[in-house]
């Protein structure tokens, strides 16, 4: 529809965030092309909104009432509540041995119960087959089970009228329930890109200190204007970009730039949002939230087009072929039915029957349940997955891209969570960076710097060689060491995750919540990592900001690519899709939206931007998990859809035979189901999975 208005070269859509961008002629007028397209969309039903300059500060807002009008889950529980008593009916009229005139009156219990509950829940899928039948001459499974529920309907509506004491609305009903929960499985899933692509507008530093009035006050970062005067304390993100007022300052700029080591800075240096102060500075702000350099990079992720999986165009036309052989096939019995009994109600009941059983709705719903259990095992294994389809594609890539600073090699020692530390991560992090502050025993050394608040302990214990004990007020307790002191420290509480020589493991209370992953090894574990990636056959290619000409030197050996000093925009182009790009900063942000596949890497830019995957702990080697389960995920997958199309050869042929009943037909079409769900029941386990750990 852009692309066919006049002045519009190229248009690109993003789902995830519902922006489209246009690229327009230099020589045409932006907002008569703006008119003509905001018109054809009003003609088609849809709406559209131009986005003014910095946007992205108020993008959050307009996002989170966009999730709010997605399904919603009342009407859904409205639906399975009434299918559920529509089918208790019909049900003591299947058992039978009630009198004729008490079996019409379930039927009509059941009809009266289940056909609210079928109009109702076949909204969405008729708004959304209609929509595209109408806009793109597509047939969609949407439409067929709406075609469905409109049989099931009138058939059991034509059988009542006619005094039989027959229903199927309890049947169509729960069918539609089982669609709506296949559907609400699919919207919790865009739910979690949804919240990534919120989060790239949140702050770095919610707050920072503002020179007002001749005093400092504290103030949110979105009330802060461009010349304004603030200050970073130490350990602080810098939140806005700005201009150096300190005579001098220290700062990590690795997470913008790629550089590994702590910057000098003097009087009148560039400041940029994302780098980490050493030392307090105070600095004018050049550019407020929303127009900072980071944000321009968050925009360019959020407005680049939707990633198609390499399946996607292939599922696309396997759905439009298997609405078309579904309708053929409801039409071919119900044309058998009529020839050979002469009678139209013995048609239409045919037709109900291969509306049933040739519906591929059911292999549909698979699909995200397939999607729903992918997610779950990998978020055991740490791996989060935001984007279930990026499995297709990463079975079928042949290029990994990397990022150094950070992702091969080690900034500072990190903490792991374990398996089942999530809620736990943040009080961690915050009673480590805190017994850092206060403590010098080795085994905390090369911990980061941290701009959470700093807590003082009641009482410290310092072990030579073994660890370290600390009590925090309204915290609790915090222990770190070897494994035994540890154990012997927490009352000889059990660790329920692997703990490699020589890592210090980290206990909360009398819980292990995970260990320490010293620089060194972290360091090992990227060249185990790149060897892993050689064994299978990939392409290595390293991409890093950092300007240390003997970077190279490091990795020639290794039969890499390597190129250095590069800007983010840089990075992005030297990309070649289909390809997997892995970082962990800031700087690698239009890269991650360049790449077919993008995972993040540890914790040092959390949510900011949506990617595919992100690998919690820093822990490189466990992609290699998910690259093994990737094959297993397309291979159920297939194996899935030649069992849906031999079930359907056999129907066929039975139900033109006339061997099914509309009950019969039922039973068969749930079964279905139930032998597919078994199918994928195989990726909540895989004997491909290890324990990621770093050594």
Request: hydrophobic share 45%; aromatic share 8%; glycine share 8%.
């Amino acid at each position: 529809m852009a692309t066919s208005c006049n002045g519009v070269r190229l248009a690109t859509l993003n789902f995830a965030t519902k922006i489209l961008r246009v690229e327009l002629d230099p020589r045409s007028s932006s907002d008569s092309a703006h008119q003509d397209f905001a018109k054809r969309v009003h003609n088609s039903g849809f709406s559209a909104k131009r986005l003014a300059s910095g946007w992205i500060q108020n993008f959050e807002a307009e996002l989170a009432q966009e999730m709010e009008r997605k399904l919603r889950p009342v009407p859904s529980s409205i639906v399975f509540f009434l299918a559920m008593w529509s089918s208790m009916f019909a049900f003591a009229g299947y058992i039978g041995e009630v009198p004729e005139e008490q079996e019409y009156l379930l039927a009509c219990l059941a009809t009266v119960a289940g056909l609210p509950a079928l109009l109702l829940g076949v909204q969405p899928f008729a708004r959304a087959g209609y929509r595209a039948l109408r806009n793109g001459g597509r047939l969609t499974l949407d439409l067929f089970i709406t075609l469905g529920a409109a049989s099931a309907g009138f058939f059991s509506l034509t059988l009542l009228y006619s005094s039989q004491p027959i229903t199927y609305v309890d049947s169509a009903a729960m069918i539609l329930s089982l669609l709506l929960l296949a559907k609400h499985l699919e919207a919790h899933l865009s739910h979690g890109l949804s919240s990534r692509v919120l989060e790239a507008t949140t702050p770095l530093q919610p707050e920072v200190q503002v020179h007002r009035r001749d005093v400092w006050v504290t103030r949110p970062v979105s009330q802060i204007r461009a010349d304004e005067m603030i200050r970073v304390e130490p350990g602080q993100t810098v939140p806005l970009d700005g201009k150096l007022l300190s005579p001098k300052a220290k700062i990590d700029r690795h997470l913008v730039t790629g550089e590994c080591e702590v910057r000098n800075l003097v009087a009148g240096d560039e400041v940029l949002s994302g780098m980490v102060a050493h030392s307090r500075c105070e600095f004018t702000v050049v550019r407020p939230l929303g127009r900072r350099t980071i944000d321009n990079w968050a925009e360019s992720a959020l407005i680049s087009p939707t990633k198609e999986h390499t399946y996607s165009k292939l599922l696309a036309k396997v759905e439009t072929r298997l609405v078309q052989i579904s309708l053929t096939g409801a039409l071919l019995v119900f044309a058998v039915r009529t020839a050979n009994t002469g009678s139209l109600a013995e048609g239409l009941e045919g037709f109900f029957i291969g509306v049933l059983i040739f519906c591929p709705c059911l292999f549909a719903a698979i699909l995200p349940i397939a999607r729903q259990m992918a997610s779950l095992y990998l978020r055991k294994q740490g791996i989060l997955l935001y984007r279930p389809e990026a499995l297709f594609d990463l079975s079928m890539i042949g290029d990994v891209y990397l990022d150094k600073t950070g992702t091969l090699e080690a900034v500072h020692t990190l903490f792991e969570p374990g398996i089942s530390a999530s809620e736990k991560i943040q009080t961690t992090q915050t009673l480590l960076h805190s017994l850092r502050h206060h403590c010098a025993h080795p085994i905390l050394r090369g911990l980061p710097p941290s701009s959470r608040e700093i807590a003082t302990p009641t009482q410290l214990t310092e072990v030579a060689g073994e660890g370290v004990v600390a009590d925090f007020p309204a915290l609790g307790r915090i222990t770190v060491g070897r494994a035994k002191f540890v154990q012997q420290e927490t009352g000889g509480v059990p660790i329920d995750f692997p703990v490699p020589p020589h890592f210090p493991v980290v206990a909360l209370g009398r819980t292990p919540v995970g260990l320490l992953v010293p620089k060194t090894h972290f360091d090992e574990a990227g060249s185990r990592f790149i060897k892993g990636l050689r064994e299978r056959g990939l392409r290595v290619s390293i991409l890093s900001g950092d300007p240390d000409p003997a970077a190279f030197r490091r990795y020639e050996t290794a039969s890499v690519s390597y190129q250095g000093n590069l800007s983010p925009s840089q990075k992005a182009r030297r990309i070649k899709n289909p390809a997997l790009f892995v970082g962990d900063g800031l700087n690698d942000t239009l890269a991650l939206a360049r790449a077919q596949v993008s995972c993040r890497l540890g914790e040092r830019a959390r949510d900011f931007a949506p990617v595919d995957l992100h690998i919690r702990g820093g822990n490189l080697v466990s992609l290699l998990t998910v690259l093994r389960y990737s094959k297993k995920f397309t291979g159920v997958l297939k194996q899935t859809a030649v069992i849906a199309l031999l079930y359907n050869a056999i129907a066929l042929t039975l139900a033109s035979s006339g061997l099914f009943s509309p009950l019969g037909a039922v039973v068969a079409m749930l079964l279905s189901f139930l032998i597919l769900l078994i199918s994928v029941s195989r990726l909540g386990y895989s004997r491909t999975s290890v324990r990621m750990r770093p050594t």
